[in-house]
C-alpha cells in the first residue's frame, strides 16, 4: 500500500477532521452520505459483509470513496464485538437496513449507545422507522411517488419523467442524513448526549418540495404537468432543441432576463411579451422555431456569459471539460477515475479527495482494524471473524 494510500486516522484536511464514522455498508444513499462526511475530512470505517453486496462495490463505485473497507461476518458474535469496539471510540454510526436489522444483529442504537452514551446513530431508510410502509422493499421512485414529487416531473402531459435517483436517494435521503448528523454533532458537543436520526427519504423528498406546497396553497397551482411556472408552462422557462438535435436550457424568468433572451435571439419585436398569458402558445413556436436555426455551439457561444439565463444541456463526458468547472476545478481526475471535487469549498479547512474505493470488500480489514486500535486483529483473520482480501 503506498503512503498515499496508508490507513491512518486524521488525515483529512476538511472542517470534520477528527470526526470518527462508522458505517455499516448498505446501498445508494448511505454510501453516499458517508462520501460526504470523508470528503469532509471524516475517518469513515467502511464495515461490509465478506464479498461486498450487489451494486454496492468495486473500484469504479465512487460513493465509496475516501475510506477503508472492512469485511466483518455480523452473523460472528465476535465480529458484532469488533464494532461495538470502533463504536466505542466513534462520533457517529450510519446504516442503512431495514428497520430492526441492525437490532437483531445485536447494532442497534441501544446497544451502540450503551458503549457510547456521546455517539450519534444516523439510520437512513426510504420509508422511516415506522408507518405502514416501514418493512416493505422500495426504492428511489417509490418513495418519491407517494410525496407528490414524481407526479408533477417532466413536460409530458400522458406520464411523469423520474430523474433517475437523485431526488430520492442523493436529495431527499443522503443530504438530509447528512444534514442530521452534522446538527446531531453540534447538540452532543454541548449536551454530551448522543441521539438517533431517523432519515427517511419520503420524509426529506417531502421536505425538498417544499414550494410546491406554496405554489398549492397560493390557489393558482395546477396539477398537470408542463401547466406551472416551473415546470414547463411558461415557454421562458423551458428546453428547446437546436440545429444539429441537440439542446439548451432557457430560465429566464425575471422580465430583464427575458428582454435579454429575446434580444439576443433577434425576435423582440415578433415573440409576444412575456406577460401575454393568452399568447404563450405563439411564444412557444417562436422560441422553438428560432432554437432550431442553429446548433447548439453556436447558441453556447451567444448566450454563455450573458444574463439570459441560457445554457447548453450536456451529457456527463462534456460537462466534465466545460470551461467554467475546470475553470473551478469542479471534476478532477483522482485515482485514474474523473470524479467530482468535495462539495461545498471551505476558505480555510479545505477539503480534498482520499482513498479510492476499494476493489473489493474488506481490501483494508487489516490495517483500517489496526489503526483503529482493535486488538489481535490477526486472530479475528485466523478465526474468520474478519476477512482480509
Not at 398549492?216 to 422557462?237: K, M, Q, T
Request: glycine residues 14%.
Amino acid at each position: 500500500m503506498s503512503d498515499e494510500n496508508k490507513i491512518e486516522l486524521g488525515r483529512g484536511t476538511g472542517p470534520l477532521r477528527g470526526v470518527k464514522v462508522v458505517e455499516i455498508a448498505g446501498i445508494g444513499p448511505g454510501p453516499h452520505a458517508c462520501m460526504i462526511l470523508a470528503d469532509l475530512g471524516a475517518d469513515v470505517i467502511r464495515v461490509e459483509r465478506p464479498g461486498g453486496q450487489m451494486l454496492a462495490g468495486g473500484a469504479t463505485m465512487t460513493l465509496n470513496r475516501g475510506r477503508p473497507s472492512v469485511a466483518l461476518d455480523l452473523k460472528n458474535p465476535e465480529a458484532v464485538a469488533t464494532v461495538l469496539e470502533l463504536v466505542r471510540g466513534a462520533d457517529v454510526v450510519v446504516e442503512g437496513m431495514r428497520p430492526g436489522v441492525t437490532e437483531r444483529l445485536g447494532l442497534g442504537p441501544e446497544d451502540c449507545l450503551a458503549v457510547n452514551p456521546r455517539v450519534v446513530y444516523g439510520r437512513m431508510t426510504g420509508w422511516g422507522q415506522h408507518g405502514p410502509l416501514a418493512q416493505a422493499a422500495g426504492h428511489d421512485m417509490n418513495y418519491i411517488a407517494i410525496t407528490g414529487a414524481l407526479h408533477m416531473m417532466g413536460q409530458t402531459p400522458d406520464r411523469p419523467q423520474f430523474p433517475a435517483n437523485l431526488v430520492g436517494d442523493f436529495g431527499g435521503g443522503s443530504t438530509y442524513l447528512v444534514i442530521g448528523i452534522l446538527a446531531a454533532l453540534l447538540e452532543a458537543r454541548v449536551s454530551g448526549q448522543g441521539q438517533v436520526i431517523d432519515a427517511a427519504i419520503v420524509d426529506g423528498t417531502a421536505h425538498l418540495n417544499a414550494m410546491t406546497a406554496a405554489f398549492a396553497a397560493s390557489g393558482g397551482y395546477r396539477e398537470e404537468r408542463g401547466a406551472n411556472l416551473l415546470d414547463g408552462g411558461a415557454p421562458f422557462y423551458d428546453i428547446y432543441e437546436t440545429a444539429d438535435g441537440r439542446h439548451m436550457s432557457v430560465g429566464a424568468l425575471e422580465p430583464q432576463f427575458f428582454d435579454t433572451l429575446v434580444t439576443l435571439l433577434g425576435v423582440k419585436d415578433t415573440c409576444p411579451g412575456q406577460g401575454d398569458l393568452d399568447r404563450y402558445d405563439e411564444m412557444r413556436a417562436v422560441l422553438t422555431a428560432t432554437f432550431k436555426q442553429r446548433t447548439q455551439a453556436e447558441w453556447v457561444q451567444l448566450f454563455e456569459g450573458t444574463d439570459a439565463c441560457v445554457a447548453g444541456i450536456l451529457p456527463f463526458s462534456e460537462a466534465v471539460h466545460h470551461p467554467h468547472l475546470v475553470a473551478r476545478g469542479t471534476f478532477v481526475e483522482h485515482e485514474g477515475m474523473v470524479q467530482p471535487q468535495p462539495a461545498p469549498r471551505f476558505s480555510r479547512t479545505e477539503a480534498t479527495l482520499g482513498l479510492p474505493p476499494s476493489a473489493m470488500a474488506g481490501q483494508h480489514t487489516r490495517d483500517a482494524l489496526t489503526a483503529w486500535g482493535i486488538a489481535d486483529v490477526d486472530g479475528l483473520l485466523d478465526r474468520g471473524v474478519a476477512v482480509q482480501t
